[in-house]
């Protein structure tokens, strides 16, 4: 079976420190893959997705970045947090973007 | 982009009652999911429904994909069925709609 792995559960970090939240799926390959914010409140935002290696569709400018170096490896990253990027960061699945999203458990960020 | 409208935001129920969530569509799509987030923030999948109706135990959907609407209908409410309810549509990538907040009291 598929599961998908994120980490970590919780961070702290100060105003202009990096970030790398990692996302990994076990079970498949070449799966549709997807970060996505939850901020305070209840909606989620898309921020990037990614349909192969090294193939990746910002939704959003801002301060962050995404890498997929490995077929079931997605990353998140930022070279300075700034306050405004504190949220829930969730990792997604798919086999094709058309089927269902699978998540995972999500990091919640607190940049102060 | 596609937009995403979710009613009502709020609901409030004692166990044993029904209730009907809405989610409007601002266009066509060929994937329409809902979710269940649980109070640790976990995302679980209901249903994907695109189109026409589908049955899951006490829940049941309901996709009008012509009239760009979606029905997610909860019966015999559990305080275990607490939590936010999201609608989302798209193609290749899903749009969240913004939820509805359900909480059921003993």
């Known amino acids: 079976s598929q599961t998908i792995h994120q980490w970590p559960a919780t961070l702290v970090q100060p105003v202009g420190s990096p970030l790398s939240l990692e996302c990994t799926v076990e079970?498949?390959?070449?799966?549709?893959l997807y970060w996505y914010r939850q901020a305070a409140g209840r909606g989620l935002q898309l921020l990037f997705y990614?349909?192969?290696?090294?193939?990746i569709s910002s939704e959003v400018p801002q301060n962050l970045s995404a890498s997929r170096p490995q077929d079931r490896q997605f990353i998140l990253s930022s070279k300075k947090l700034l306050l405004s990027d504190s949220g829930f960061y969730l990792c997604?699945?798919?086999?094709?973007?058309?089927?269902?999203?699978?998540f995972g458990s999500g990091t919640q960020l607190s940049v102060l | 982009g596609i937009q995403v409208e979710q009613s009502p935001p709020d609901l409030i129920l004692q166990e044993g009652a029904n209730s009907t969530l809405r989610c409007n569509f601002s266009d066509s799509v060929n994937n329409l999911q809902w979710f269940h987030q649980n109070p640790w923030g976990q995302l679980i999948n209901l249903f994907y429904?695109?189109?026409g109706t589908k049955q899951n135990g006490r829940l049941s959907a309901t996709t009008v994909a012509t009239e760009r609407y979606s029905l997610l209908y909860i019966s015999s409410s559990q305080t275990t069925d607490s939590g936010v309810y999201f609608c989302a549509v798209g193609t290749d990538k899903l749009i969240f709609g913004t939820g509805t907040r359900l909480q059921v009291f003993p």
């Open positions: 997604a699945w798919s086999w094709t973007g058309r089927e269902y999203l699978f």
């Open positions: 429904i695109p189109s």
């Open positions: 079970g498949t390959s070449n799966p549709n």
């Open positions: 990614s349909v192969g290696i090294g193939q």
